[in-house]
């Protein structure tokens, strides 16, 4: 799943009022068949565990990833607004319907979302990462730092957050927390051509050639394409 949109899969993990066992095992089931991309086979869990009753939120939110992942948006949010009905604190709910909502531009209906996530539960990472989207969206930059920085409080390992606080950061010509996110980023996935060359730039934005060319050669060690990894322009410029 894509960590932008934050629509993950939800096992067991407490509900609102009793699950019969059979729907719990179920809806497991149908997250676990979702994880490995097996669409048809998560459908029949989500339906077999509606037969044993339609109070347990997390099947519900199941549910509405499958109908999400057949490209039934109208009911996959039918879907996650059930299980809101059956758990109002179901927040990984919110967080889908948010994703849904910030997908369509509907920002203020997003980060109403996703805020009553983060409600439930302040560490429930995915959803204040969408939020930081949502206000970047809203082009309230230093609100959306606020919120990666918090993410990064709780998990510095969460490298999609490195990534977007070193592009906002490189877009408010702020080289020196670009550098730090991108180093935390080439740190975390050594792999990822794009995080070297990104911490080249910023390296070489802040005047350091040395840091610059040591990151554009690892960048070239993880590039299949050397066209990933542009050429320096080393300036004798003053860092910021």
Same mark, same amino acid.
């Given at each position: 799943?894509?960590w932008? /949109? +934050?629509?993950?899969?939800?096992?067991?993990?407490?509900?609102? /009022?009793?699950?019969?066992?059979?729907?719990?095992?179920?809806?497991?089931?149908?997250?676990?068949?979702?994880?490995?991309?097996?669409?048809?086979?998560?459908? &029949?869990?989500?339906?077999l565990?509606?037969?044993?009753? #339609?109070?347990?939120?997390?099947?519900?939110?199941?549910?509405?990833?499958?109908?999400?992942?057949?490209?039934?948006?109208?009911?996959?949010?039918? @879907?996650? $607004?059930?299980?809101? #009905? =059956?758990?109002?604190?179901?927040?990984? &709910?919110?967080?889908?319907? +948010?994703?849904?909502?910030?997908?369509? +531009?509907?920002?203020?209906?997003?980060?109403?979302?996703?805020e $009553? %996530?983060?409600? /439930?539960?302040?560490?429930?990472?995915?959803?204040r990462?969408?939020?930081?989207?949502?206000?970047?969206?809203?082009? %309230?930059?230093? $609100? &959306?730092?606020?919120?990666?920085?918090?993410?990064l409080?709780?998990?510095?390992?969460?490298?999609?957050?490195?990534? /977007?606080?070193?592009?906002?950061?490189?877009? #408010?010509?702020? #080289?020196?927390?670009?550098? $730090?996110?991108? +180093?935390?980023?080439? @740190?975390? =996935?050594?792999?990822?051509?794009?995080a070297?060359?990104?911490? %080249?730039? &910023?390296?070489?934005r802040?005047?350091?050639?040395?840091?610059? =060319?040591?990151?554009?050669?690892?960048?070239?060690?993880?590039?299949?394409?050397?066209?990933?990894?542009?050429?320096?322009?080393?300036?004798?410029?003053?860092?910021?």
């Open positions: 799943m894509d932008r /949109t +934050g629509c993950g899969l939800l096992l067991l993990a407490g509900c609102a /009022t009793p699950v019969h066992p059979e729907a719990a095992r179920a809806s497991n089931a149908c997250a676990r068949a979702l994880h490995h991309g097996q669409l048809a086979e998560a459908s &029949a869990h989500c339906d565990g509606l037969e044993y009753g #339609d109070d347990d939120s997390n099947l519900w939110v199941n549910r509405g990833l499958v109908l999400q992942g057949q490209g039934r948006l109208a009911e996959a949010r039918a @879907a996650f $607004e059930r299980a809101l #009905d =059956t758990n109002p604190d179901a927040l990984q &709910a919110h967080n889908d319907l +948010g994703a849904m909502d910030l997908g369509a +531009g509907a920002l203020e209906r997003a980060i109403e979302h996703f $009553e %996530a983060l409600r /439930t539960d302040p560490r429930f990472i995915v959803a990462y969408n939020l930081a989207l949502a206000r970047l969206r809203q082009g %309230a930059a230093a $609100e &959306a730092r606020r919120q990666l920085r918090i993410v409080a709780v998990d510095p390992g969460f490298a999609p957050a490195w990534r /977007t606080l070193g592009i906002v950061a490189l877009q #408010d010509h702020d #080289d020196v927390v670009a550098a $730090e996110a991108f +180093g935390q980023l080439a @740190a975390h =996935t050594p792999g990822d051509a794009w070297w060359a990104a911490l %080249a730039e &910023a390296q070489e802040l005047g350091r050639p040395d840091a610059a =060319t040591a990151a554009r050669s690892a960048c070239l060690r993880a590039a299949p394409d050397r066209k990933a990894c542009p050429p320096l322009r080393i300036s004798s410029g003053a860092g910021r």
